[in-house]
């Protein structure tokens, strides 16, 4: 963890047809850091996220990544950066195998078979190695050979940060990773953001107070599309604003 500022937003606004969703939001995110963004239904969390990524363009202001203005990049351009986003909703192949969706993420790595769905999987298997590093990494090794679309919601979630991890990015967006967990599996999820974490900085959604507390150097709160508070979560936690708006409710 460093003072260097990775990614920073400046006036950040997005409106739909004269509706706020993201309002003048100046957010800086450190190297090297977990950061999560929370808040109340309706907060603004995802729109920022569609917004980093380039899914949406803002009305106003402006993204910056590493010292570069990114505003007007597109989304392929923000992960070519290495700023690589899971969303809300898990998103695998579910007719491939658990392996098979890691190695199709690691072809953005291997020269002259980048995305090559068309080729056959022989010329694919030099992959295969780095791809079971990969799943041993995030528990699932003993599933490389399951269809994804088999698995349980946990592990399917998990196989979605083992596919983030395959694209080797310098900052990891995720999008709610723990929603619709179970409790055994928000304990999973959350050791491994932790240990994936490591060198590298990760921006979360997330709105299970265990999993921000137990692992997030900083939470900026949003509320209306407004950064409401930020700091560490024990600072946080004690803001009478932020009770108000959040902690008394059941989700982010």
């Not at 969703?21 to 190297?31: E, M, T």
């Amino acid at each position: 963890m460093t003072d260097e500022t990775l990614l920073e937003t400046r006036g950040l606004t997005k409106e739909f047809k004269g509706f706020v969703a993201v309002d003048n939001v100046d957010l800086r995110v450190k190297r090297g850091t977990i950061h999560a963004l929370i808040g109340p239904n309706g907060a603004g969390k995802t729109t920022v996220f569609n917004l980093l990524t380039k899914f949406l363009p803002p009305t106003r202001g402006t993204i910056h990544y590493k010292g570069s203005d990114i505003t007007r990049d597109n989304p392929a351009d923000v992960a070519r950066r290495g700023v690589i986003r899971s969303f809300q909703i898990s998103a695998v192949f579910p007719n491939l195998s658990v392996l098979e969706n890691v190695r199709v993420a690691l072809q953005r790595k291997s020269t002259g078979s980048q995305f090559a769905f068309w080729k056959s999987d022989k010329t694919l298997d030099k992959l295969n190695d780095a791809a079971l590093a990969i799943l041993d990494r995030v528990g699932l090794k003993d599933f490389a050979q399951v269809h994804a679309g088999a698995l349980a919601y946990g592990r399917k979630r998990t196989l979605e940060i083992a596919t983030t991890l395959a694209m080797d990015p310098e900052m990891m967006l995720l999008d709610e990773p723990t929603a619709g967990m179970g409790h055994e599996d928000v304990d999973r999820v959350r050791d491994l953001i932790k240990e994936v974490a490591k060198g590298r900085t990760v921006l979360m959604v997330e709105h299970n107070m265990s999993v921000v507390s137990g692992i997030c150097d900083i939470i900026t709160v949003l509320q209306r599309g407004a950064i409401l508070a930020e700091g560490p979560y024990a600072e946080v936690a004690r803001n009478p604003q932020v009770i108000e708006a959040y902690m008394g409710t059941t989700h982010a």
